[in-house]
């Protein structure tokens, strides 16, 4: 394994990105690329100059909730007023479902970050006589909703460049092809302190195109004029962002409206017209996040005992757990196991899931293949939503499990890359700002990750609240460095250890000094 120094970091860091077709904003693909986005816009055209109703309907993830921010921002500055509906997780359902139907009475449907799967749906809004435009990004199943345009680069017959786009992409090219439909003065850029949360936050590839958007999307973050933002910003306190921040603190906060309560509190921050509605929402943003996190221990630990390790996919179940945290959990479950993970919820005889990997196969193609047991399902190759009658949870834990029986288990879990074996004596701010200096990292553009070997333990004890994570005093070479494993409570009972890790900067009283994160413990 090669030793890494500050110049092979350099080098290795920059070739990651030698060859993006997007390097610059004024680089990135044309909206009209886009499957059905000239029909989308000539029908939007036509309902702004007729002056319809034009009717949002989001979702109530991060995703769903900045997608629905961006359409709403934008026809405020066309001066034009659109309603707009995210599904409460509890009452409607995923999406736009027959419930949400019934709410709207006429005029144009535009749904952001879902729709796809919406069929039973849209044939019932076509029965009332209104009109749907779909843009998602999720995949495509073998039955397409009825609609009048259907924007989704997943579509095999899209010539959309680069598929890999979350939702609020997938809008916000909307947005941008109406300007130019309507000749209108709005610089689209002014949406990339929001749109690089959604990008983030949806565990997108942070390659390409995404790689340059949230690159830019970090810095407008910082200079935001949105009051909700810049609430943020004071908060935080960050001389600049990185995207741990967003995945970390930003997107928790965002995304609990929707888990815990109703995704309406988290789009109610982002539009705060001025500080003191900022100040109210996050507030009460805070609250439902530490409500979550509570709960969020309080079915990890229950989950963690109903696992058969026997298998090679984690399904486990329980009566009225949280739906708003089960996603949560299967993602933990899928990191802490290295397997994928489906936690279900079960309430009156029915079984609504999440599934969470990180891995080579597709969820959502092994969800198909159980798709004669599921009431309905969605999603992505490593993130996946599904319900099913609790009567089959058995058997689907039995088919699931045998369509990966041959498969090996690299395939199930991707291993940490290291970029090489660490001298830990060249780790200092030079080095933290060539790391900084490639940012944003995330799936398929990992942060640096190194090996350090035969490394001695000097000391080790649990801290936190909790006693739930662990903190070594190593020595490497007769270099001495603290190293934290979060969320990890096995006692080391060896002399020297070999750890995999990442390296983040640590801000603390005006001194900035290397952090040691143990991304895992090789014993």
């Known amino acids: 394994m090669q030793k890494?120094?500050?110049?092979?970091?350099?080098?290795?860091?920059?070739?990651?990105?030698?060859?993006?077709?997007?390097?610059?904003?004024?680089d990135i693909p044309n909206p009209f690329l886009l499957k059905d986005i000239k029909i989308a816009v000539k029908r939007i055209?036509?309902?702004?100059?007729?002056?319809?109703t034009i009717t949002i309907v989001g979702d109530y993830d991060v995703d769903g909730v900045v997608?629905?921010?961006?359409m709403i921002d934008f026809f405020n500055k066309v001066g034009y007023k659109v309603n707009h509906i995210i599904p409460n997780r509890f009452e409607h359902g995923y999406g736009l479902s027959p419930k949400i139907v019934k709410l709207i009475d006429?005029?144009?449907?535009?749904?952001?970050?879902?729709g796809i799967s919406a069929v039973q749906a849209s044939k019932e809004l076509m029965q009332k006589g209104i009109d749907l435009i779909i843009t998602d990004h999720h995949t495509v199943g073998d039955t397409l909703p009825t609609a009048l345009a259907i924007v989704n680069?997943?579509?095999?017959?899209?010539?959309?460049?680069?598929?890999?786009?979350?939702?609020?992409?997938?809008?916000?090219y909307l947005c941008a092809a109406i300007k130019s439909e309507l000749n209108l003065q709005i610089n689209m850029a002014d949406f990339l302190d929001l749109l690089c949360i959604a990008v983030i936050a949806d565990i997108m590839p942070m390659t390409s195109l995404n790689y340059t958007i949230v690159r830019h999307g970090l810095k407008r973050l910082k200079q935001s004029n949105r009051a909700s933002l810049k609430k943020l910003d004071e908060v935080l306190a960050k001389k600049f962002y990185v995207s741990d921040d967003i995945g970390f603190m930003i997107a928790p906060k965002i995304n609990s409206a929707g888990r815990m309560d109703d995704a309406s509190i988290?789009?109610?921050?982002?539009?705060?017209?001025?500080?003191y509605e900022a100040n109210d929402s996050l507030s009460l943003l805070d609250e439902l996040n530490n409500y979550r996190k509570s709960l969020q221990e309080e079915i990890s630990n229950k989950a963690t005992q109903a696992i058969n390790h026997e298998h090679n996919v984690i399904v486990v179940w329980g009566e009225n757990w949280h739906e708003g945290v089960i996603g949560i959990v299967a993602s933990k479950l899928s990191n802490t196991f290295k397997k994928p993970a489906f936690v279900f919820s079960v309430k009156n005889g029915i079984a609504k899931g999440s599934a969470r990997a990180n891995a080579k196969i597709n969820l959502h193609t092994l969800i198909t293949?159980?798709?004669?047991l599921l009431k309905g399902f969605g999603g992505h190759k490593n993130a996946a939503g599904l319900s099913l009658e609790e009567k089959n949870l058995q058997t689907f834990q039995e088919k699931i499990n045998s369509l990966v029986i041959d498969i090996e288990q690299e395939d199930l879990h991707i291993e940490y890359e290291c970029l090489g074996e660490l001298d830990v004596s060249s780790v200092d701010l030079e080095f933290l700002s060539i790391i900084e200096k490639f940012e944003p990292y995330g799936l398929e553009n990992k942060k640096p990750i190194f090996q350090i070997s035969n490394a001695k333990v000097l000391k080790s004890e649990f801290i936190g609240k909790d006693k739930n994570h662990l903190k070594l005093l190593l020595s490497?070479?007769?270099?001495?460095?603290e190293a934290l494993k979060f969320h990890y409570n096995k006692p080391i009972n060896k002399e020297f250890i070999d750890i995999i890790v990442s390296i983040n900067k640590n801000e603390f009283r005006g001194e900035v000094n290397a952090q040691f994160l143990i991304e895992d413990i090789v014993l």
């Open 266 to 275: 988290a789009l109610s921050f982002l539009l705060s017209k001025n500080e």
């Open 106 to 114: 006429s005029g144009l449907v535009i749904t952001v970050d879902n």
């Open 45 to 52: 055209k036509t309902a702004i100059l007729n002056n319809e």
């Open 369 to 372: 293949q159980c798709s004669s």
């Open 4 to 26: 890494v120094t500050k110049q092979i970091l350099f080098e290795l860091l920059l070739a990651r990105h030698k060859d993006n077709p997007y390097a610059k904003l004024s």
């Open 476 to 481: 490497s070479n007769g270099n001495i460095f």
């Open 67 to 70: 997608s629905t921010a961006i």
């Open 153 to 172: 680069p997943k579509q095999d017959d899209c010539t959309f460049p680069f598929k890999e786009i979350c939702g609020a992409q997938v809008a916000w």
